[in-house]
């Protein structure tokens, strides 16, 4: 059975492209600005990035729970308060601060990847 990280890892990155295809596809057809559909991709590719990230963390440094803990909260904030932002501006106002607190998230993960992995050199 596959871990928590690693089913989670594979079905955020599974979601990534679909969504970066609905922005590319999708979100032209809203008539949504430039910059709008932009940001969306922008947040899709760091869904994707960090999606393989958690799942290198997973595999490389399976006990490092901080690191894979930050990646996952990263995604789901950054990205998930991006898409929102992008597809109801008003509406979801209010997670504006939840984006930065995201990506602070996702420098955090990899701070914990370097410094929790300390030490570990992959296949010695």
């Not at 492209?17 to 709008?36: I, N, Q």
């Not at 990230?53 to 997973?58: H, P, T």
């Not at 504006?96 to 990847?113: D, E, F, R, S, Y």
Request: hydrophobic content about 50%; charged content about 10%; overall charge positive.
């Amino acid at each position: 059975m596959a871990s928590p990280f690693w089913l989670t890892g594979t079905l955020l990155g599974a979601s990534s492209v679909a969504f970066g295809a609905f922005g590319a596809h999708g979100l032209k057809s809203r008539g949504l600005a430039p910059e709008k559909i932009a940001s969306w991709q922008t947040a899709a590719h760091y869904q994707l990035v960090h999606s393989v990230a958690l799942l290198v963390a997973e595999q490389a440094a399976p006990k490092n729970v901080w690191a894979k803990s930050l990646f996952t909260a990263g995604i789901t904030m950054f990205s998930g308060s991006i898409y929102l932002l992008t597809l109801d501006g008003q509406t979801f106002k209010p997670l504006g601060p939840v984006t930065p607190v995201g990506g602070l998230c996702l420098i955090a993960g990899w701070l914990a990847l370097a410094f929790g992995s300390r030490g570990r050199v992959v296949g010695l």
